[in-house]
């Protein structure tokens, strides 16, 4: 379907983090082109406790779970119209935020994919950040799942670190990179966004062998070549969008140890608030639904926004 391109869905679940998911689509200017959806599954009490409503002794408890949905949602509205007034207040027109609260049908995640199966042009979900090493604490399970298995566009981890619209995206020559450059330059378009591309290029281990030597060499200079035309392709669909050339930087990273480290640590020294990947890498490994540098860097980098492009 196509009657939702150029909306953001955004998955709030009523919270104080929910809040600060507004706080981020209000920060990021070039948001202010786009509609917005905000929406929330409600979760429903189970449904183990509506066969309470068969015992006649029982009409009390099955009167509270009906009072404690019906106060959830009237929470729920409230929320959101907090965070309209939020959103306009930051410069979104009114007529350009919808909301749609949902009741739970086949899981919160799931139920969040079958409505962003319906056109939109990326999901925005939070992530918790703070250091942690278990992923599900990273970003929490609904947002897990949803970064997994959302294959049917872009999604959004908002970050905690203060937006100043400066992006890295991860170049590596691959269509999926490429993909990643054409939203970036599709959100951004005609913006003062300032774009770090950036290329790390693995450390080689040459040996003693002098045959083994040329030929990793030989290697490294046609990699470098390759990197150094898919970067100057990505500069120019970013530039022919509207970005002035000064805004755009070029990063090649030679002798990494870690790619996901070194765009890490590029993106927090160029001071970018955004890092964009494409879904998979240039290994394209099926057995994968994304790829393990992009799993690396949500992790480690926890303050930081990812934008992940399928």
Same mark, same amino acid.
């Given at each position: ?17 929910? $809040? ?10 070039? $948001? ?8 929330? &599954? ?120 203060? =937006? ?6 991860? =170049? ?14 599709? &959100? ?17 281990? =040459? ?16 990699? $470098? ?37 070194? &765009? ?47």
């Amino acid at each position: 379907m196509s009657e939702n391109k150029n909306k953001i869905l955004v998955a709030l679940d009523g919270s104080q983090r929910g $809040f600060k998911t507004i706080q981020y689509l209000s920060s990021f200017k070039p $948001f202010l082109k786009k509609q917005i959806v905000l929406h929330n &599954i409600i979760t429903r009490v189970p449904e183990c406790y509506y066969d309470l409503e068969k015992d006649p002794l029982s009409r009390k408890a099955n009167f509270l779970i009906e009072t404690w949905e019906q106060r959830y949602r009237v929470e729920m509205e409230t929320f959101m119209e907090k965070s309209k007034t939020m959103l306009i207040s930051a410069g979104f027109q009114p007529e350009a935020i919808s909301v749609i609260i949902a009741q739970r049908k086949k899981g919160i995640a799931r139920d969040i994919m079958d409505e962003a199966r319906k056109g939109y042009d990326a999901l925005l979900i939070r992530r918790r950040g703070g250091a942690t090493m278990l992923l599900p604490l990273v970003m929490g399970s609904v947002s897990t799942k949803l970064v997994e298995k959302t294959i049917c566009l872009p999604v959004m981890l908002a970050g905690i670190q203060k =937006v100043n619209h400066s992006l890295l995206i991860a =170049v590596d020559g691959s269509e999926g990179a490429k993909r990643a450059v054409e939203f970036v330059a599709q &959100i951004i378009e005609h913006s003062h966004c300032r774009v770090v591309l950036c290329s790390v290029l693995r450390d080689f281990d =040459v040996s003693d062998n002098t045959t083994m030597q040329k030929k990793s060499i030989d290697h490294m200079t046609t990699a $470098f070549e390759e990197i150094e035309i898919a970067i100057h392709d990505a500069g120019q669909i970013i530039e022919n969008a509207g970005i002035p050339k000064k805004n755009i930087v070029s990063k090649i990273i030679q002798g990494a140890k870690s790619r996901a480290w070194s &765009i890490i640590e590029a993106a927090r020294q160029e001071d970018c608030d955004t890092i964009v990947f494409g879904r998979r890498g240039k290994s394209n490994v099926s057995d994968f639904d994304i790829g393990r540098v992009p799993w690396k860097v949500i992790h480690g980098a926890n303050e930081i926004t990812v934008w992940m492009v399928p």
